[in-house]
T-cell receptor
Framework: NAGVMQNPRHLVRRRGQEARLRCSPM?????VYWYRQLPEEGLKFMVY????????ESGMPKERFSAEFPKEGPSILRIQQVVRGDSAAYFC????????????FGQGTRLTVV | DAKTTQPTSMDCAEGRAANLPCNHS???????VYWYRQIHSQGPQYIIH???NNETNEMASLIITEDRKSSTLILPHATLRDTAVYYC????????????FGQGTRLTINP
């Protein structure tokens, strides 16, 4: 059973471009979480999704950021018109349906905005 | 929003047991204690979790006090590869809620 897969591992974008980060959860997992980690800082929750639904987006910036988890395919975190401050590591985690199920993390996408 | 308190940093000699404390004095009756670690630049790694009984797996042991207000993660024979930031997280079970990470404990294993 493959773990949580994130791609790309590294992404370089110029200011103003769009960044699309993909996360394929572990097989059988229907919950996906996205986190951001700025350089030398802790992990900050962004958004929690189930298939086709956003459950908690309390950590998402109000503008330029969006997330989806379609019925088929990976979850996508989309950042429009990127700025230098978006440079960070973005981690995705998944968990199965269940009250106490642990979440497993991918290796992250490191976004660099130049 | 983290409900836990951990020491900022700790050191441990290689081969010794590493004991990482965590205070969660406001924990609710249905909240679990989870431990994760993050080795430099990698994704967080799940270690163990528990409700009120002590737990053990191939990675570590979790000791939860009877009043559940604190816990200790034990790495029985620390190796250099255990150097990481360790996070203690409390989480309610309803709806697979998000994990809220605090600052964690930076554990350094010394040769």
């Amino acid at each position: 059973n493959a773990g949580v897969m994130q791609n790309p591992r590294h992404l370089v974008r110029r200011r103003g471009q769009e960044a699309r980060l993909r996360c394929s959860p572990m097989k059988g997992h229907s919950h996906v979480y996205w986190y951001r980690q700025l350089p030398e800082e802790g992990l900050k929750f962004m958004v929690y999704l189930q298939k086709e639904n956003i459950i908690d987006e309390s950590g998402m910036p109000k503008e330029r950021f969006s997330a989806e988890f379609p019925k088929e395919g990976p979850s996508i975190l989309r950042i429009q018109q990127v700025v230098r401050g978006d440079s960070a590591a973005y981690f995705c985690a998944s968990s199965p349906q269940g009250s106490q199920a642990e979440a497993f993390f991918g290796q992250g996408t490191r976004l660099t905005v130049v | 929003d983290a409900k836990t308190t951990q020491p900022t940093s700790m050191d441990c000699a290689e081969g010794r047991a590493a004991n990482l404390p965590c205070n969660h004095s406001t924990i609710s009756g249905n909240e679990y204690v989870y431990w994760y670690r993050q080795i430099h630049s990698q994704g967080p790694q799940y270690i163990i979790h528990g409700l009120k009984n002590n737990e053990t797996n191939e990675m570590a042991s979790l000791i939860i006090t009877e009043d559940r207000k604190s816990s200790t993660l034990i790495l029985p024979h620390a190796t250099l590869r255990d150097t990481a930031v360790y996070y203690c997280i409390v989480r309610a079970p309803q709806g697979a809620q998000k994990l809220v990470f605090g600052q964690g404990t930076r554990l350094t294993i010394n040769p």
